[in-house]
Structure formats: structure tokens, C-alpha cells
T-cell receptor
């Protein structure tokens, strides 16, 4: 079954530093992949998504992600982190099974930004 | 304003007392879903609905019921809540099926405590 793994539970970076959050997926065909962000006390907001085509995807808030089929990865990046980026980030994949569709989330990576 | 609303936002109840968490969207979305979020487990899907009168189980449906009598509403029912259902619940909707390039819009969440 399709699934995603986020290897890092918690990451701390300094403001202005670059950021890369890892996501590995398990799926035979081309997956539908998403990154969501959850700010403290808030719901989830879509950062970006990948379905096909260009493997480098641009999202909101200056984020981008690169789909690498050879590595089964869809890592999220940002060149310079701002304090307001402190949040929890979730990678997700659409799982199809017997005609039904579900969005399956990774367990999340919590990002702390030091001043 | 396009949005997904949930009520109540916070609820403390006792074991066995039936409760309903309402979810409503004003975007004419076909697909709606309920998730629960627990520390270290990420978001897990409880139930989803691909359209009116069409519902199906997610990954953790035990102890929950849903109904979809109208397109805009998708209430989550706990007939006999137990402490292990203490969690943060999110309702989400998308225009059509997830695989059709659709973003899920999330409600603000309902924090439920069952004593």
C-alpha cells in the first residue's frame, strides 16, 4: 500500500539558514504527493503538490520540493528560513485501493527556528 | 469566504455520552473527510465521503459514525465516546476526488477530551 515516511521527527535550524525536510514514499507508479504545513493551533495548509511533469515543484511561502523517482523521495526545501516558518510539516500521498482514495500522511516533522 | 467550519472547537465530555462534531463547507465540494491527529502518529483518516450518501471507512473508523445527507455537511458522530478517542479532529474537503489534482481544504480542528 502507498505510504510516506518522514525520517526526522524534529529539526532545528537558525533563521536565515537553508532547510531540507525529507519525505520518502512507497508506491509503484507515479504518486500524487503533497506537502502540508500546520502552524501552532491551526489547521493544515497546502504548500505544494506533485502529480506529473516537472520534478521541481514551486509552492507558497518560498518553498519548493523535488520529486526523485530513483530515490523514492519528495524532499521539501527552502533557501532561507524565517522565524514564521516554525511549524509542523506533513508529507502525504494519495492511496488508491479498490476504487477508493485516501490521503495518507507521514507522521510529521516539527521545525524549530532559532533567532 | 471559502472555508470549512467545525463545531465545537473544544469539547470536554465523559465516557459514554453521545456527541456530534459538525463539519460544513461552502465550496460545493464533493469529497469530504475526517481525520484525527495524535502526537507521534500524524493524521489518520477516520471516514470519508466521495459524494452525497456515499461514505467509506478510513484507517481508524472504530467507534465513529458519519453521514452525508447534504453535500455541504459531514458530521462525525461518537455514539459512546471513550478516553482513547481524546484527540484533535480535522474535517477536510476537496472539489472532487483526490487523484484529480485536488487540494484538500482543512477546517480549524476540534479538540476533544473524553474523561
Amino acid at each position: 500500500a502507498q505510504s510516506v515516511t518522514q525520517p526526522d521527527i524534529h529539526i532545528t535550524v537558525s533563521e536565515g539558514a537553508s532547510l531540507e525536510l525529507r519525505c520518502n514514499y512507497s508506491y509503484g507508479a507515479t504518486p500524487y504527493l503533497f506537502w502540508y504545513v500546520q502552524s501552532p493551533g491551526q489547521g493544515l495548509q497546502l504548500l505544494l503538490k506533485y502529480f506529473s511533469g516537472d520534478t521541481l515543484v514551486q509552492g507558497i511561502k518560498g518553498f519548493e520540493a523535488e520529486f526523485k523517482r530513483s530515490q523514492s523521495s519528495f524532499n521539501l526545501r527552502k533557501p532561507s528560513v524565517h522565524w514564521s516558518d516554525a511549524a509542523e510539516y506533513f508529507c502525504a500521498v494519495v492511496r488508491t485501493q479498490g476504487g477508493s482514495e485516501k490521503l495518507v500522511f507521514g507522521k510529521g516533522t516539527k521545525l524549530t527556528v532559532n533567532p | 469566504e471559502a472555508q470549512v467550519t467545525q463545531n465545537p472547537r473544544y469539547l470536554i465530555t465523559v465516557t459514554g455520552k453521545k456527541l456530534t462534531v459538525t463539519c460544513s463547507q461552502n465550496m460545493n465540494h464533493e469529497y469530504m473527510s475526517w481525520y484525527r491527529q495524535d502526537p507521534g502518529l500524524g493524521l489518520r483518516q477516520i471516514y470519508y465521503s466521495m459524494n452525497v450518501e456515499v461514505t467509506d471507512k478510513g484507517d481508524v473508523p472504530e467507534g465513529y459514525k458519519v453521514s452525508r445527507k447534504e453535500k455541504r455537511n459531514f458530521p462525525l458522530i461518537l455514539e459512546s465516546p471513550s478516553p482513547n478517542q481524546t484527540s484533535l479532529y480535522f474535517c477536510a474537503s476537496s472539489l472532487k476526488r483526490l487523484a484529480y489534482y485536488n487540494e484538500q481544504f482543512f477546517g480549524p480542528g476540534t479538540r476533544l477530551t473524553v474523561l
